[in-house]
């Protein structure tokens, strides 16, 4: 026997049981994002690594160390596509859509593509739900992204998550907290990881983000963002605060959440389900108004958020409301013999045309063996037909779970008629 092949380390198969749930939760994201006035776009698997390291960011995570970075036949280097935003707003820039009448909302569904170390929540390719919202910079828009995403957790069941909010200012505010911040570490720079005092150096916000619990010891006492909003930041974070309140959103303003990416400014924010492990951000997002800028663009405000789909239906299973239906057949064709089979096989035919859900053996088991199949799929009817009864135009139709057996004639027609009826 040949040798079997694996998938790759941090990949996921999505078995047919389990497609249902992300087809009935598609469903719900498409639903929910049409009813804010979001339209989806899609793009590239890969991009020139170029987007990323600047839209992204060269001092982050994702460009460091997690990228599928490699050279095609022509020695250009590609990227698989980390996260959505780099992508969406190098295609917005590239077909115009930054010059039509705005506000532009945006969203996708799609796969990404990260080398982290995978475990419960983390993988490396995974799915995000994602939003962009371009063209407006106040708070409303920021607030529009918000209610969608908690309108999603509320469509889905889930309970168990909760808003955490935060604003991280603009550049008029920026130096002065980022001074208050340097001066803070570096009075304590012999107790940070061997990363966070190269980060101390490069960016010194990064080190908020850290892991290592001794860095985090030591960024509780940190300088806070909110107390160095200038006078239009603040505005816009109360604002926002008021019409989330208002829309009767629960939230927690969250000093700790300031987002791995280097692309944001004024409000950032998570929701987070600690029922579903320690990779409990479910959605994370916040606003980026230089990014379009900076990627060769006219300035144009942005806000979005990213929401990862394996933890959302984590998160589903947890409020108890992950549940989807598989399809079950109207209706099994049963043939007995050589001719039934045939004749099955194009009765079939003529009910799926006719838009009846029809199966049909194919694989020439007994009688038997065949009603149970039936019945493991599920299916409403079985017709019986042996090839003696062929000539009569006749079959036996039978309700299953204890019905009745009634005589059909032997056309798509009247086997709709008895099965609708
Ligand atoms: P984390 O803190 O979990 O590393 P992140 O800040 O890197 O998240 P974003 O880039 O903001 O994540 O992506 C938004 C969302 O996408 C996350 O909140 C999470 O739900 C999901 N996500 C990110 N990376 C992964 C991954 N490797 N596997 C599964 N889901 C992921
Ligand atoms: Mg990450």
């Known amino acids: 026997m040949a040798e079997t092949i694996k998938r790759q380390y941090g990949t996921f198969d999505i078995l047919p049981k389990d497609v249902i749930y992300w087809q009935k939760i598609e469903n719900v994201l498409r639903d929910r994002a049409s009813k804010y006035g979001f339209e989806e776009i899609r793009f590239p698997t890969f991009e020139a690594t170029e987007l990323f390291n600047r839209g992204v960011g060269d001092t982050t995570d994702i460009v460091q160390k997690e990228m599928y970075t490699f050279n095609d036949r022509e020695k250009r280097s590609l990227s698989l596509r980390p996260e959505g935003t780099a992508c969406v707003v190098r295609s917005i820039i590239e077909n115009g ?72 200012g603009c550049d008029n505010c920026r130096d002065d ?69 208002e829309s009767g959103i629960d939230y927690v303003v969250d000093v700790k959440i300031v987002r791995g990416l280097d692309y944001y400014n004024k409000t950032v924010f998570e929701f987070i389900d600690e029922s579903i492990g320690a990779q409990s951000t479910v959605c994370g997002g916040g606003r980026y108004n230089k990014l379009v800028a900076q990627l060769g663009g006219p300035e144009l405000a942005a806000v979005g958020f990213g929401m990862g789909i394996t933890r959302l239906i984590e998160a589903m299973r947890q409020s108890e409301s992950l549940v989807a239906e598989r399809k079950v057949p109207k209706i099994y064709l049963a043939p007995l013999g050589d001719d039934a089979k045939m004749k099955c096989a194009v009765l079939t035919e003529a009910l799926r045309r006719e838009g009846v859900y029809a199966e049909c053996d194919m694989t020439g088991r007994s009688l038997k063996a065949q009603m149970k199949y039936s019945d493991k799929l599920g299916a409403e009817y079985t017709l019986i037909l042996g090839d003696d009864e062929i000539s009569n135009g006749a079959a036996r139709l039978r309700k299953m779970n204890g019905g009745d057996t009634v005589d059909v004639e032997l056309s798509a027609e009247k086997i709709i008629e008895v099965i609708n009826r």
């Open 97 to 168: 859509l930054v010059h039509e009448a705005m506000p532009l909302k945006l969203y996708y569904i799609a796969n990404f593509f990260r080398h982290e170390k995978p475990q419960k929540g983390r993988s490396r390719e995974f799915f995000q739900f994602g939003t962009e919202l371009y063209g407006a910079d106040g708070p409303i828009a920021d607030a529009t992204v918000i209610l969608l995403a908690a309108d999603v957790f509320r469509s889905l069941g889930v309970k168990g998550v909760r808003l955490h909010l935060n604003s991280v």
């Open 177 to 245: 907290y980022t001074k208050a911040l340097t001066d803070f570490f570096e009075s304590k720079k012999e107790s940070l990881c061997p990363t966070c005092k190269q980060r101390l150096a490069t960016n010194p916000r990064r080190i908020l983000d850290c892991k290592d619990e001794g860095c985090k010891r030591i960024c509780a006492d940190a300088p806070k963002t909110v107390d160095y909003l200038c006078g239009d930041c603040k505005d816009h974070f109360d604002k926002l605060r008021t019409l989330l309140e």
